[in-house]
Every structure is written in structure tokens, then in C-alpha cells.
């Protein structure tokens, strides 16, 4: 059964850096695509960033020069670094994770075959 666990959000001040995590589990996604999104209270989930199985990183226009996506493919997980914290980055981060076949892949289109459960962030002014 494949897992994605994520872990490291909470409640931070403005200006401060988060780590973001995501185990997976169940097989092996050296060949996959993954990346996380987030859903902000009332808002639709937005792809926030990824990175393709050969290790190129993505990035919505909101998070570049923020956020940093990186993988280690020996320990199946990939993170989230996430600098320069604002109270609008406030949202459930969710993993994802695709085949290197998936469509829409890497920006809002992209249809993860795998998701987590999702660890809140807020970011208090």
C-alpha cells in the first residue's frame, strides 16, 4: 500500500523558514514525480512545487526564490524548504507524487496519482 506522510508544519511568525517532509512508502518512487500543493481555508488547491523524477524543480510564481523542493531518493522522501515565510502561505500542504507519464505535470494541471493527509501551516503577521 503506498503512503505519502508528510510532517514539520505548525504555527510560525512572519519572516521565519519551515522544513516540509513526505515519507513515502510502498514503493519505490525513484521514477516518480513529486511535489507538493496547498489549500488555503475557502480557497481550491494550488500547486505550489515539484520536482521530476530526473530531479528538475518547479516552482508556482508565488514561492520562487522562497521555497526550495529537494528529494533523496535513498530515503524516498522529499522536502519542502520553505524561507521568507508570509501570513498568505497559510494553508494545508499536501505531497504528491505521479508516474513520469502524468498529464499537466509540473503546474496546476498535474494529476498526482498519490497523495498525503495534508499538515497545517500558519503563518502568523
Known amino acids: 500500500q503506498v503512503q505519502l506522510v508528510e510532517s514539520g508544519g505548525g504555527l510560525v511568525q512572519a519572516g521565519v523558514s519551515l522544513r516540509l517532509s513526505c515519507a513515502a512508502s510502498?514503493?519505490?518512487?525513484?521514477?516518480?514525480?513529486m511535489g507538493w500543493f496547498r489549500q488555503a481555508p475557502g480557497k481550491e488547491r494550488e500547486f505550489v512545487a515539484a520536482m521530476s523524477w530526473r530531479g528538475s524543480p518547479y516552482y508556482t510564481d508565488s514561492v520562487k526564490g522562497r521555497f526550495t523542493i529537494s528529494r533523496d531518493n535513498a530515503k524516498n522522501t522529499v522536502y519542502l524548504q520553505m524561507n521568507s515565510l508570509k501570513p498568505e502561505d497559510t494553508a494545508v500542504y499536501y505531497c504528491?507524487?505521479?508516474?513520469?507519464?502524468?498529464?499537466?505535470?509540473?503546474?496546476?494541471?498535474?494529476?498526482?496519482?498519490?497523495w498525503g493527509q495534508g499538515t497545517q501551516v500558519t503563518v502568523s503577521s
Open positions: 510502498g514503493r519505490t518512487f525513484t521514477n516518480y514525480h
Open positions: 504528491a507524487a505521479s508516474g513520469s507519464w502524468a498529464v499537466g505535470f509540473p503546474d496546476q494541471r498535474w494529476k498526482p496519482n498519490y
